[in-house]
């Protein structure tokens, strides 16, 4: 019978048990700072912080509603895989001999017969002929399986265990001192709030990067777009006719259109005849990029500039 890789079983009993809450999630609490009201001053120009948080706000939330669903999970996870490990040493064995024993040899891998019936009541949101899917559907349908005897055995060790969940879900301590919170007991055995928000860790640091370079990356567009401002106003023109005086892309040759066209034409449809055009004016426009970051270093060479954005630290750094 055909097994699916041990890690993806673990994973599978440890998320078995996972209940989702209905209720409004909690805060992220993964902030790495307290963003100033001015995130940046240029020529005596203050760039708030509220521009910032505006522009970027859709994508820090999905980036920190990671971390919100992640500790709605912690919890089960860390209890479960508490179970599996009291389990296995009581029968003297690996846990990966146990979920062997109990979730991979109990579930039968299915056959072409219910394949095809799934096929059928799916066929409509599957892309290509039955012979063609019919492996990935075999493969999806074990993993299923799997999955729901996973969940059964984990249910199964719960109720034969000294399990107490205190709160319905893991929230963020508000405080140091809430850290302490016992958030369930495994035979007398404490898991608290700090051992969930230790265990969250390299998650909340990784989303604390990626809000950063978010935040950074924004700071740095409208550091830009100030400083054009203030130069157009010095010369009592527009930013427009400021880019078009002082932007000079170079040119490009039919000659560069065709190395371009040989180094990428595996990934190009159709010949260089007929991709000379776009080629052409794809070049041209990174000419004028770069020719307005040319344009804005040297305004930024000028420039007096402060940044007040602070880059997260490592947990390891603590």
Not at 120 to 133: H, M, P, T
Not at 156 to 182: F, G, H, I, Q, Y
Not at 183 to 198: N, Q, R
């Amino acid at each position: 019978m055909r097994r699916l890789p041990f890690a993806l079983i673990l994973l599978t009993f440890l998320y078995a048990t996972a209940v989702f809450s209905q209720t409004p999630p909690p805060d992220c609490a993964c902030e790495s700072q307290s963003l100033p009201e001015t995130l940046a001053v240029v020529n005596d120009v203050k760039i708030p912080s509220s521009d910032i948080r505006k522009s970027t706000s859709d994508s820090v939330t999905q980036l920190q509603q990671r971390v919100v669903e992640a500790r709605k999970r912690e919890l089960d996870l860390m209890i479960n895989s508490k179970l599996l490990a009291l389990e296995a040493e009581k029968r003297g064995i690996t846990t990966v001999k146990l979920l062997d024993q109990e979730v991979v040899t109990k579930v039968k891998k299915p056959g072409p017969t219910e394949a095809q019936a799934f096929y059928d009541q799916n066929k409509a949101r599957i892309k290509g002929e039955f012979k063609d899917v019919v492996d990935d559907i075999i493969a999806y349908l074990l993993e299923q399986a799997q999955q729901q005897e996973a969940k059964t055995f984990a249910d199964s060790l719960r109720a034969s265990n000294e399990v107490k969940v205190l709160v319905p879900n893991a929230t963020p301590p508000a405080a140091p001192a809430d850290r302490a919170r016992v958030f369930a007991t495994i035979k007398g055995e404490k898991i608290t709030s700090g051992d969930v928000e230790d265990a969250l860790l390299p998650l909340i640091f990784d989303v604390q990067q990626q809000v950063y370079k978010l935040r950074k990356d924004e700071l740095e567009l409208s550091i830009n777009d100030t400083l054009l401002d203030q130069e157009a106003q010095k010369r009592q023109i527009t930013t427009n006719a400021l880019l078009a005086a002082e932007v000079k892309p170079n040119p490009v040759t039919d000659q560069q259109a065709q190395t371009f066209y040989d180094q990428n034409k595996e990934r190009v449809s159709g010949d260089f005849t007929q991709t000379k055009d776009a080629i052409r004016q794809y070049l041209e426009q990174i000419e004028v990029r770069q020719a307005e970051r040319a344009f804005v270093e040297k305004l930024r060479a000028a420039a007096t500039i402060q940044t007040f954005l602070v880059a997260p630290e490592s947990p390891a750094q603590h």
